[in-house]
């Protein structure tokens, strides 16, 4: 009995070690993300970063390069917030449902304008997307919410998803880069058993993302610059996460169609905007930039995904 009751003990130990070390690695990345927002001039951003009074994460005295790499990944942050948000608005989906998250002022614009918002998170991002949306939402008070589940958890995702009445629109776009394959495969089981189950589709521009940024950095600062910007806020993301994240799985287009057949799924390629909206960061750029910046919102980036 005293065996067994050890072994109990080293176990909820691990564990407990485990999940410290990823809440830690989880809060500071949902904050970085936060951070690119409001630097490119969101004023939702800047509230909701103010609301958690910490420190930023990222600093010229600490990061080698900040400029640069601030203006790029504040570009390719607003573009992703609003290509979702102008995707749900067009097909006036009712029920969103955005998978990882992070802290994003985009879960409180979409609750305003009276759509229903679950954020599936883990539970430490929740505590203080929750507490926002009461501190600065409108309406979004009443109609988003954070529920703490993995997204490789099934049963917790589709507890979730049954929250909502009608067809649902997922978001997810920069997490299967931390996800390993067996945690990012369960979670697109689990996103074609709550698609079939409700209906709807699944927006990202994760099988792209390294082209999309690319582009995005080679807008503000030439081809020639570019690879360096996508190595340098790689290498960022990785100080962050304390380990490789897997940038390079899945960015071959039949290899993610395939992926994605496997797992009882089926995308369709869509330009990121059918109407560029006007952009905070416009106000930081010069003409030949937007005009740049113009040419990617064209692009097939996002990727709409359905069940088979
Ligand atoms: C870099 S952020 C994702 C970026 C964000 N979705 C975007 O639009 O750019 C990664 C987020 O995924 C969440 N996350 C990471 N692993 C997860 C898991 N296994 N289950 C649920 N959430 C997870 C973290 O809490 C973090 O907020």
Known sequence: MKKFLAVIMFALMLTTTARAAEFE??????????????????????????????????TADNLNDFKR??????????L??????????????QNVFDLACS??????????EGRKVVVGELQTVCLIGDWCVDEFGKKAK????????????????????????????????GVIIYLT?????????????????????MITSDFTQKKYFTDVAAALYGEENS????????????????????????????????????HGLRAVKYPLFTVMPNLYIFNKLTPAQIE?????????????????
């Open 69 to 78: 790499l601030e203006m790029a990944n504040a570009l390719y942050q607003e």
């Open 227 to 262: 690879a360096t910007i996508y190595n340098e806020t790689k290498a960022m993301y990785e100080k962050v996460f304390e380990d490789k994240i897997l940038d390079d799985d899945l960015q071959n287009e039949q290899e993610a169609m395939e992926f994605l057949k496997v």
């Open 25 to 58: 690695m989880v809060e500071y990345s949902a904050q970085v993300k936060l951070q690119w927002l409001a630097a490119a001039g969101i004023p939702e951003a800047q509230n909701f970063l103010k609301l958690i009074e910490r420190p930023v994460f990222f």
């Open 142 to 173: 009443k109609n988003v919410s954070y529920d703490a589940f993995w997204l490789q958890d099934r049963r917790g995702m589709m507890a979730s998803a049954d929250k909502f009445n009608g067809e649902i629109c997922i978001i997810e776009q």
């Open 103 to 112: 802290l994003s002022p985009r879960a409180m614009l979409l609750g305003d």
């Open 292 to 308: 740049k910046v113009n040419e990617i919102s064209m692009k097939n980036y996002l990727w709409v995904i359905t069940a088979l």
């Open 181 to 201: 394959p067996e945690v990012r495969s369960q979670m697109f089981y689990n996103i074609r058993d709550v698609l079939k189950k409700h209906g709807g589709c």
């Open 80 to 93: 992703n917030m609003n290509a979702a948000m102008e995707f749900v608005r067009e097909k006036n989906y």
